[in-house]
């Protein structure tokens, strides 16, 4: 393997790992990226965001500064407000920059505890959206049926 990915330490490949769990457990991000409220390319400034906090990350690390949920937080609205047209009024930008700090510190020891949660939860919620998408298709066939042995039936008396 070469490249970039391949130098990267373990503890931080499993933090780039984390923060795209978390970004896509967060539900306005989400919405985002299906409508495409960033233009046509959303998912690329989607994948852009997990990259921008994973080097705020790094340049703390190369300051010797200490991250704060609250800087996160500014930089995540600002993200969000300029590149998907998001103006967040839930609040929910202090939680994923509260989770992110503390995965960030968790990963910094080998602790990848958080990591796994997200990776399971984020697996959990795709096997779901899967059997939902099945589930919808089966009601569309069986619509579909419905509809062909209507035109098959007489309606005399």
């Given at each position: ?7 990267m330490h ?113 697996e959990k ?33």
């Open positions: 393997m070469s490249g970039p990915a391949a130098e373990p503890n931080q490949a499993a933090f780039v790992e984390g923060v795209d769990h978390v970004l896509s457990a967060w539900t306005a991000l989400e919405l985002a990226v299906e409508h495409e409220w960033g233009g046509q390319d959303t998912r690329e400034k989607r994948d852009t965001l997990v990259d921008e906090i994973v080097d705020y990350f790094d340049t703390l690390v190369r300051k010797r500064q200490v991250p704060e949920p609250s800087d996160l937080e500014e930089l995540l609205l600002d993200i969000l407000d300029e590149d998907f047209s998001i103006a967040l009024e839930d609040g929910s930008e202090k939680e994923v920059a509260r989770v992110l700090c503390s995965m960030f510190d968790e990963c910094k020891t080998g602790n990848f505890a958080t990591v796994d949660k997200m990776a399971e939860e984020r919620r795709s096997r779901g959206s899967a059997a939902q998408q099945s589930q919808t298709m089966a009601r569309q066939d069986a619509d579909e049926s419905d509809d062909g042995s209507d035109s098959d039936v007489s309606m005399e008396e």
